[in-house]
C-alpha cells in the first residue's frame, strides 16, 4: 500500500510536469491549430541557459533565464517563421516545426558535448521521508508548481482579456477578427506562454529524480511523452491536457514499478492508442463533424 | 499547396499538348545516361568500397522515402513510425533466414533468404495492416503522434526480445542474402566489370539499385492509378472520396499497410548493409531511432509531399549528405574538432536538412520536385500526366 | 454523350424517402418526411435556411442516419447502407462548396468517379498491367466525353485549383457524372454563380436529364433556377414537408407563400 501511495505520489509529480508540457502543446494549437514538434527543442533551449549561467548567475536567476529564453525562442519561431508561411496550411507548419526541432536540438546538444547535466539543484537527489513513505523532492516540487501555475492557467485562460481573446480565436478567427480581436497578439502571446511552461517543466526534466538523466537528446524524448499527454486528453482542449498529462505521469510510474522500466514509455503510447482508438479526438477533444 | 494558384483568364487558350517529342527524346536519353551511369558506380569507385557503402545507404533511403511519401504525400496520413517498420523488417529477414546462433538461443528458420527477404517485407505489410484500427480511423497529425507509439514499441520489444532481436549488446548477424546459388558475399574468383571485381559490396549495390528501381516504379503506377486517385481523394476531401465510392478507412490502412510494406524492404536492406541486426539501446539515437523517423519525413518535405522522384532527391540529401561528409572526413580530415563541439558530419547534415525543411514549407511547398519541374520546363508549366505531382 | 430523346430507362428507379425522421440529441431536423423521386425527373427540394435541406440531402446520401423511416432506390434499402456504396448502386453527388482535389488536374478529379465501376489495388496499378492500362484508358476516353459534355473538356490538363469558380463547380457535377448514375444528387448547383452560369447551370441540367434519362435531386436557394427547370418541387419548413408538386402549384400553396415571408421574406443568401 505504501508502495502504491508513493507511486501515485511521484507519478502525479511527473504528470505535472508533462500537463505544463501538453498545455503548451494545446495553447499553440488552440491559437494556430499549429501542432508544435520543436516543444522538446523548446525544453533544451530553456535546460541550456540554465546549465550555462547556473555557475555564474545562481540557480534562481539561472531558472529565470532559462524560463525566459524558452519563452523567446518560441516566440521567435513564431514570429520569424510561422508568421510569415501564412500561405503554408497548419499541417505543414507542423512539418516546418520539426525542421526548427532538428537543428535546435542538435546546436544544444553540441553545446553539451559529453556533458548530460543535472539542473535541479535546490531540490534533486533529496528525497522525503514521511509517514513511511519516501517521495522524490523534485517529484513534490513539480506538483506544487504544476498546480499553482495550472491554476493560474486556467484563472488567465478564464477571465484575462488574453484568455477572452484567445478562446474567442479558437472559437472562430474570423469573427474573433471582426470584433477587433488581434489575432497576431494573441497567437505570439500563445506561443510565448507555451515556451515558458516549457522553461518551467525542464528544471524539473533533467534532474536524477525524474528521469535519472541530465540535459541531453534524452530530454528532449521525454518532451515528446507529451505528446500523448496532448493527444488523449484531446488536442484542443486545456483541461484535457491537464488530465491527459496526470494519466501519462501515472502510467508510467506505474507501469515502471509493476512491469519494467522499460515498458513504462510504451505503457504511455499504448494507453493513448487505447483512448484514441475509442475516443479518436481523444478524451475531451471536440469531435470533427464530417461537414460537406 | 500547389505552386498555380493564381486563377488564369478564362480566355486563356488549351494548353497544347505541342512541342512534346523532342521533350520526351531528350528525357529518355537523360534517363538512359542516368541509369547507366549508376550501373558503372561500381566501376568509378573501384576497389573503394566506402563510397559503394554510401550509395547503398541512399538507396535504403530511397525506398523507405518512396513508401512514405505515398502515405504522408499522397494519402495525407503523417506516420513518425518508419523506424519501427525498418526494425521489424530488419529482425524478420534474420529470424527466417537464420540459424540459431552458436549457443542455440536465437530463433531462425533458415528459410532461403529470397523467401526470407519476401516473407520479411509480407510481415511488415501485416503488421501493418494490424495497425488498421488506428490507422484507418486517425486523421494526419493525430496518426503522426499515434505512429510514435510504435517507435517506442519496437524499441522495448527489440530490447526484450534478444530471441529474435539478438539483443541490445551483440545483435545478431543476418545470413548472406543469396538468390539460388549466388551468394552477395566475397567469392574466389569473381565475375568482373570492366576489370573491377563484382564483390560483395558492389553486389549488394546491383541488388539495392534494383530493389530501389522496382520500388520507385511501382510506386508512380500507383500513384497515377485508381489506387492513387483514391489516396488524394481521401487526403483532399472524406466525404467527396465516399460519395465517389472510395471506402476511407480502407483506404487509409491500406496506404499505410503498403508503406509500411516499403519500410520493411528498407529494413531488410538496412540488415544486409549493416551486416547486423542490432536493436537500439535508447529511442532517440540509433537505426531504429525517432531520429531516423524524422529524417525519412525530411526526406519526404523536402522532395515535396507525394512526389516520388522529389522522394528520391530526399533520400539523396538526408542520407547522402552524412555519408559523403563522413567520408571526407575519412580522407581529408574534415571535422578534426568534432570530439571538441567542432561540427561533426551528423551536425552540418541535420542542419542542412533541417533548414532545407524550414525553406521548403516557407517558400516552395512543392520542394525539389517542384523546382526541377520548373527547371524542366522553363516555359509555362505543362502540368503532368496523371496529376498531381506523381 | 450527345443529347439522344429520352428514353425510359428501366435501369432508372423511384427514389422513395419515406417517413424520415431525424433528430440531433434533443433537436429535431426532419419529421416524417416523405417524398418520391419519379425516374426522369428533375426534383427540387427547397425551403428556408435551416428547414432542413441539407440534413434531408445527408439522410439520402448516407452520411446520417435517419433516427426512423427509410430511404429506398427501387428495392433497394439505402438507410443501413454504408456512404460508399451509393456510387455503385447508381447514385452520383455534386457539393455545395466544391470538393475536389485542387491540385489534381480536371481529368484526374473526375477520374475518381469511376472508382466503383473500376477495380484495382496497389499491384494491378503499380505494375501497369496491359489490361489496367486498357481499361484505364477507356475510362479516361468517357471521362473526356462527360467533360465535353459539361463544358470542360478544354481544361482536362489544369489543376483544379486553378480554374475559376463557375468551371470548378462543373468539374464537380463532371465528377457526379463520371458514377454513371442514375439518381444526380445536386447539393446547391448554382451557389456562388453569377446570372450568366445560373442560366447556363439551368439548361446543363436539363440536358443532362434529356440526354441521360436519369433523375435528378437537388437542393438549391435560386427560385429562378428552381422553377424554370424543376419538373417537381418539395418544400420544407422547420424540417416538415409543407408541399410537393409542381412548380406553379407550389408557388401557389398558401403554406409556402407563408413559410418564406415568415422568415424574412427575401431568399437568404
Known amino acids: 500500500m505504501n508502495t502504491f501511495l508513493q507511486l501515485v505520489l511521484n507519478g502525479l509529480g511527473k504528470g505535472a510536469v508533462y500537463a505544463l508540457l501538453a498545455l503548451g502543446f494545446v495553447v499553440i494549437f488552440k491559437a494556430t491549430e499549429v501542432v508544435n514538434f520543436a516543444h522538446g527543442s523548446l525544453v533544451l533551449i530553456g535546460g541550456y541557459m540554465v546549465y550555462a549561467t547556473k555557475d555564474a548567475l545562481g540557480w534562481p536567476a539561472a531558472a529565470a533565464l532559462g524560463i525566459v529564453s524558452a519563452a523567446l525562442a518560441a516566440l521567435l519561431i513564431e514570429r520569424l517563421l510561422i508568421a510569415h508561411a501564412r500561405n503554408a496550411d497548419v499541417n505543414s507548419l507542423a512539418l516546418l516545426t520539426i525542421g526548427v526541432d532538428v537543428i535546435i536540438t542538435e546546436e544544444i546538444v553540441r553545446r553539451l558535448r559529453a556533458d548530460i547535466p543535472f539542473i535541479g539543484d535546490p531540490y534533486d537527489a533529496q528525497p522525503l521521508q514521511a509517514a513511511g513513505l519516501t517521495v522524490f523532492r523534485t517529484q513534490l516540487v513539480a506538483l506544487i508548481v504544476g498546480i499553482v501555475l495550472i491554476t493560474a492557467f486556467f484563472l488567465a485562460f478564464r477571465f484575462s482579456s488574453w484568455g477572452v481573446a484567445m478562446r474567442a480565436q479558437a472559437e472562430n478567427r474570423e469573427a474573433a477578427a471582426l470584433m477587433g480581436i488581434r489575432s497576431s497578439r494573441v497567437t505570439a502571446t500563445a506561443w510565448l506562454l507555451a515556451g515558458a511552461l516549457a522553461g518551467v517543466a525542464v528544471l524539473f526534466m533533467a534532474t536524477q529524480d525524474f528521469s535519472g538523466a541530465g540535459l541531453g537528446r534524452g530530454t528532449h524524448a521525454i518532451a515528446l511523452i507529451a505528446f500523448p499527454a496532448a493527444i488523449l486528453g484531446g488536442l484542443d482542449s486545456t483541461v484535457g491536457a491537464v488530465v491527459g498529462g496526470l494519466i501519462v505521469g501515472l502510467t508510467e510510474a506505474l507501469s515502471a514499478q509493476y512491469v519494467s522500466f522499460e515498458f513504462s514509455k510504451s505503457a504511455v503510447f499504448l494507453v493513448m492508442l487505447l483512448i484514441l482508438v475509442i475516443r479518436p479526438s481523444g478524451l475531451f477533444g471536440t469531435r470533427e463533424l464530417s461537414r460537406v | 499547396m500547389s505552386e498555380v494558384t493564381v486563377t488564369p483568364p478564362e480566355t486563356e487558350a488549351p494548353p497544347t499538348p505541342a512541342p512534346r517529342r523532342p521533350r520526351n527524346w531528350l528525357k529518355i536519353a537523360g534517363v538512359t545516361l542516368f541509369l547507366v551511369l549508376l550501373v558503372l558506380f561500381p566501376v568509378f569507385t573501384g576497389t573503394d568500397v566506402a563510397y559503394l557503402k554510401a550509395g547503398q545507404y541512399v538507396l535504403i533511403g530511397v525506398v523507405g522515402a518512396v513508401g512514405l511519401t505515398m502515405l504522408v504525400g499522397q494519402a495525407g496520413q ?245 555519408q559523403l561528409l563522413t567520408l571526407g572526413a575519412t580522407e581529408f580530415g574534415w571535422f578534426a574538432d568534432a570530439r571538441f563541439g567542432g561540427p561533426s558530419p551528423v551536425l552540418i547534415s541535420a542542419f542542412v536538412y533541417g533548414v532545407a525543411v524550414v525553406l521548403v514549407v516557407m517558400f516552395e511547398p512543392g520542394g525539389l520536385a517542384a523546382i526541377g519541374r520548373r527547371l524542366a520546363h522553363v516555359r509555362a508549366a505543362r502540368p503532368t500526366r496523371g496529376g498531381d505531382r506523381g | 454523350m450527345t443529347a439522344a430523346p429520352a428514353e425510359i430507362r428501366e435501369d432508372v428507379r423511384t427514389l422513395a424517402v419515406d417517413d424520415v425522421t431525424l433528430r440531433f440529441g434533443g433537436i429535431t431536423a426532419l419529421s416524417e418526411v416523405s417524398f418520391a423521386v419519379r425516374p426522369g425527373t428533375v426534383h427540387a427540394l427547397i425551403g428556408p435556411n435551416g428547414a432542413g435541406k441539407s440534413s434531408c440531402f445527408n439522410v439520402i446520401s448516407g452520411l446520417y442516419r435517419p433516427t426512423s423511416g427509410r430511404v429506398r432506390l427501387g428495392d433497394t434499402d439505402l438507410t443501413g447502407t454504408s456512404p460508399h456504396r451509393l456510387a455503385a448502386l447508381g447514385v452520383g453527388r455534386s457539393f455545395q462548396n466544391i470538393a475536389l482535389s485542387p491540385h489534381s488536374t480536371v481529368r484526374d478529379n473526375v477520374l475518381l468517379g469511376r472508382h466503383a465501376l473500376t477495380r484495382g489495388g496497389f499491384f494491378s496499378g503499380g505494375l501497369r498491367l496491359p489490361r489496367t492500362v486498357r481499361t484505364e484508358r477507356r475510362h479516361v476516353a468517357r471521362v473526356e466525353e462527360i467533360c465535353a459534355f459539361l463544358g470542360v473538356d478544354d481544361r482536362l490538363d489544369v489543376p483544379v485549383g486553378a480554374l475559376p469558380y463557375g468551371v470548378a463547380k462543373r468539374v464537380d457535377i463532371a465528377r457526379a457524372l463520371a458514377v454513371e448514375p442514375t439518381l444526380l444528387l445536386l447539393d446547391e448547383p448554382a451557389a456562388g454563380l453569377n446570372a450568366t452560369e445560373t442560366a447556363e447551370m439551368g439548361v446543363t441540367i436539363r440536358d443532362l436529364r434529356d440526354a441521360l434519362g436519369i433523375s435528378v435531386l437537388l437542393v438549391e436557394h435560386d427560385m429562378g433556377l428552381v422553377m424554370g427547370i424543376a419538373d417537381r418541387v418539395s418544400v420544407l419548413d422547420f424540417g416538415r414537408l409543407i408541399a410537393d408538386g409542381s412548380p406553379a402549384e407550389v408557388q401557389a400553396d398558401p403554406e409556402v407563400i407563408r413559410a418564406y415571408l415568415g422568415t424574412g421574406g427575401e431568399e437568404p443568401e
Open chain 2, 78 to 322: 503523417l506516420s513518425l513510425a518508419t523506424p519501427f517498420f525498418l526494425l521489424v523488417g530488419a529482425v524478420s529477414y534474420a529470424v527466417l533466414a537464420g540459424d540459431s546462433g552458436d549457443s542455440g538461443d536465437l530463433v531462425g528458420l533458415g528459410l532461403p533468404p529470397v523467401v526470407a527477404a519476401v516473407g520479411a517485407v509480407v510481415i511488415c505489410g501485416l503488421v501493418g495492416l494490424a495497425f488498421a484500427p488506428v490507422s484507418g480511423r486517425l486523421r494526419g497529425i493525430y496518426l503522426g503522434v499515434a505512429s510514435l507509439s510504435l517507435v517506442f514499441l519496437g524499441l522495448y520489444l527489440g530490447q526484450s526480445l534478444d530471441m529474435l532481436s539478438g539483443g541490445t549488446s551483440t545483435g545478431r548477424p543476418p545470413p548472406t542474402f543469396a538468390i539460388f546459388d549466388f551468394r552477395f558475399a566475397n567469392t574466389e574468383p569473381a565475375p568482373t566489370i570492366l576489370g573491377v571485381a563484382v564483390q560483395k559490396q558492389q553486389r549488394l549495390w546491383y541488388l539495392f539499385l534494383v530493389l530501389a528501381i522496382g520500388a520507385y516504379l511501382l510506386a508512380r503506377g500507383a500513384v497515377r492509378s485508381r489506387i492513387g486517385r483514391a489516396w488524394r481523394a481521401v487526403r483532399d476531401n472524406e466525404a467527396a472520396a465516399t460519395a465517389m465510392g472510395v471506402h476511407v478507412t480502407r483506404v487509409k490502412a491500406g496506404a499505410f499497410t503498403i508503406s509500411s510494406a516499403y519500410a520493411g524492404l528498407a529494413g531488410v536492406m538496412t540488415a544486409l548493409w549493416l551486416d547486423l541486426v542490432k536493436p537500439d539501446e535508447n529511442e532517440f539515437v540509433g537505426t531504429y531511432s525517432i531520429t531516423v523517423a524524422i529524417g525519412y519525413l525530411a526526406m519526404v518535405i523536402i522532395g515535396g509531399l507525394g512526389s516520388i522522384p522529389g522522394a528520391v532527391a530526399g533520400a539523396v540529401l538526408v542520407n547522402g549528405l552524412p
